[in-house]
């Protein structure tokens, strides 16, 4: 059987290596992918973007916000430490240079059933634990079994449709599915970080852990200041140094995470030289903060790095279980007092670019009125769905940037009065005489310049908002608790969106704590569009059906959308080497290295004041 007869026998969008074998419709192959054939062949030697002959050794410092509390990443309760991933495996390693492939990293062969009602996972006889023992496939099985069970709401949404997970022999796990409708599954449980069932056994894995857990991967917990930093150790002795997945990448000799109370503090160490790499998200540093000595003398270097990444969706969301927010008239009127041709003006310098889809930067967007396919698609939600979807263009309402926004503010009190809301004695009440006044939630000071502006242009309306920002802890717990009334929170988005929609949207996870769907949203017609993104036969429908599920989000005013950049900053002391481009979907960091005749150069200069 040739793969041109796999698509016609319902293989979907998942596509297979051309080197992959079909015996009786079952494929063996060393990678999978969403958009096409993947590119790479099953020798392939290593990352067409690393130098694999890059060295080894140095530590890079890193800056991490707030604090920290436990070494477990997967669970709700507790603060984990930034970089734990980097101890554990994965089954399949994702290609930066492709938009959606992953190849043979963990597991040797991946293979899949004539019916795709399933996927099995052979491993490599060589994979080990850092104490030695061998990784098996039972510690998959209990891997996901765990995660599901007590893990973050997030897996119980991803891996909604797998049936179950079954160690078949030591190197063999076979995932069975509910359907064969999913498209993605097998690449989402190709990114599963497999952890040891025999470490964890007689610990309890819903509780935050202060103890090293033990992994497979390329690092290790080497040392920990509880709340204040964690150092990995590159381990030499990894069991998959040789594979061409990891090649050329990883290869600092150490990791060292500095944590802060806040970016502003962040940012001084990296000048002070306390940090040596950083990427920057505020606008104003980027355009005005690296004036100071060290970089005026080139011993810090910036750089602008291109991406094609979709960009998805940073926003004020507003909590939908508040009452105050559940008339979309009242979200409308928010979004339009919110000025952001000012705020760019003024504020970010011009540098961002305003974000108007929930998949921005990408085919997957919508704009315009719904037509073809699309239309099609939405006309099975007629009356369940704004009207306006079928009759207005969204879009968001633009000032001349002066503070003068008048036309914003007639148009926004008209809405609030539709709504049932006025201004008596200059506040906004409605028919009881209650005032309308909110707290908008922040995890860090850096975001008040940008909320305090929003506050007063609220004011005008006769809204009242507080701003208060906590630390990242707290914020997490409230968070999770969704315990808020407006906060910020970014929905990020691939070129393939499919399960965590789920965790986004959907009615499920409204209701539960910890979960993605940060604004509450709870629509059976939103619901259902979800499942369809998820069960899109091919690409073409896959595009049609996602942008009519961004269309139907838009124009219920769910947010307040922000804005997106197109590239990554980056900022780092000179004592680094890079391969010669960077991959097409992601900054590439993990391939640099320190390069020794610049950390010299650099450390004499240094010495010299």
């Known amino acids: 059987m040739h793969r041109r007869d796999l698509f016609a026998a319902g293989f979907g969008l998942v596509a297979f290596s051309g080197a992959a074998r079909a015996q009786q419709g079952v494929i063996r192959t060393h990678a999978l992918s969403l958009l096409g054939e993947p590119a790479l062949p099953p020798d392939f030697p290593h990352w067409p973007w690393v130098n694999p002959d890059a060295p080894a050794g140095g530590q890079v410092t890193l800056t991490a916000l707030g604090s920290f509390d436990s070494l477990n990443p997967f669970i709700l309760r507790g603060t984990p430490a930034v970089g734990l991933v980097n101890i554990w495996d994965t089954l399949l390693a994702s290609s930066q240079d492709e938009a959606s492939s992953e190849y043979a990293n963990l597991a040797e062969v ?14 490599r006889a060589d994979a080990r634990w850092h104490d030695g023992r061998p990784v098996t496939a039972h510690d998959v099985a209990w891997t996901f079994d765990t995660l599901r069970a007590q893990g973050r709401p997030f897996f119980r949404a991803y891996w909604g449709d797998v049936a179950e997970a079954v160690a078949e022999s030591d190197r063999r796990v076979t995932f069975r599915f509910r359907t064969n409708e999913n498209r993605e599954l097998a690449l989402i449980l190709g990114q599963l970080y497999v952890l040891p069932r025999h470490w964890w ?6 509780a935050p852990v202060q103890e090293a857990p033990l992994g497979s991967g390329r690092y290790r917990v080497d040392r920990i200041e509880m709340g204040r930093t964690i150092t990995y150790a590159r381990v030499e002795d990894y069991w998959a140094a040789g594979l061409n997945t990891q090649r050329g990448t990883n290869n600092f000799g150490a990791l060292r995470y500095e944590y802060f109370r806040d970016a502003t503090v962040a940012f001084e160490a990296f000048k002070a030289g306390q940090i040596d790499f950083r990427t920057e998200n505020i606008a104003r540093n980027w355009a005005t903060g690296y004036d100071f000595p060290a970089f005026q003398r080139g011993q810090v270097r910036r750089d602008v790095v291109r991406h094609e990444l979709p960009t998805g969706m940073q926003a004020f969301v507003m909590n939908l279980r508040r009452p105050l927010f559940q008339d979309a008239r009242v ?52 009356g369940r769905v704004p009207d306006s979807v079928f009759t207005s263009e969204f879009r968001l309402p633009e000032t001349d940037g002066s503070g003068n926004n008048r036309e914003g503010l007639r148009r926004a009190l008209r809405l609030m009065r539709e709504a049932g809301w006025r201004v008596e004695n200059r506040r906004m009440v409605n028919a009881q005489g209650q005032n309308f006044e909110f707290e908008i939630l922040l995890n860090g000071p850096s975001f008040e310049r940008v909320a305090l502006p929003y506050v007063q242009w609220l004011q005008r309306l006769g809204i009242t908002a507080r701003v208060r920002t906590v630390d990242p802890a707290q914020y997490q717990v409230r968070t999770d608790a969704f315990d808020f009334d407006m906060t910020v929170d970014v929905m990020g988005q691939s070129l393939s969106p499919g399960n965590e929609q789920r965790d986004y949207w959907t009615c499920e996870k409204a209701r539960e704590q910890g979960s993605s769907n940060t604004a509450g949203i709870c629509d059976p017609a939103i619901d259902e569009l979800v499942e369809m993104v998820i069960r899109a036969p091919d690409r073409e429908e896959l595009i049609h059906r996602t942008r009519a599920l961004d269309r139907v989000l838009l124009h219920n ?53």
Do not use: C, K
Request: glycine share 8%.
């Open 331 to 382: 979200r409308e009127a928010l979004m339009t007092v919110f000025d952001y041709e000012w705020l760019n003006a003024n504020i970010f310098n011009g540098l961002y670019h305003r974000t108007t889809s929930f998949f921005s930067n990408s085919e997957l967007a919508s704009s315009g009125l719904p037509e073809g396919r699309e239309l099609a698609i939405l006309q099975g939600f007629r």
């Open 557 to 609: 005013h769910f947010v307040i959308p922000q804005w997106h950049n197109r590239a990554f900053w980056i900022a780092f002391w000179d004592r680094f080497g890079r391969p010669e481009r960077n991959p097409r979907y992601g900054l590439g960091f993990n391939s640099w290295w320190v390069d020794p005749a610049r950390d010299a150069a650099l450390a004499e200069a240094r010495r010299g004041g």
């Open 201 to 206: 056994e007689g610990r309890d894995f819903a």
């Open 110 to 123: 991946v293979e899949i059933p004539a019916d795709r009602m399933g996927v099995s996972f052979e491993l």
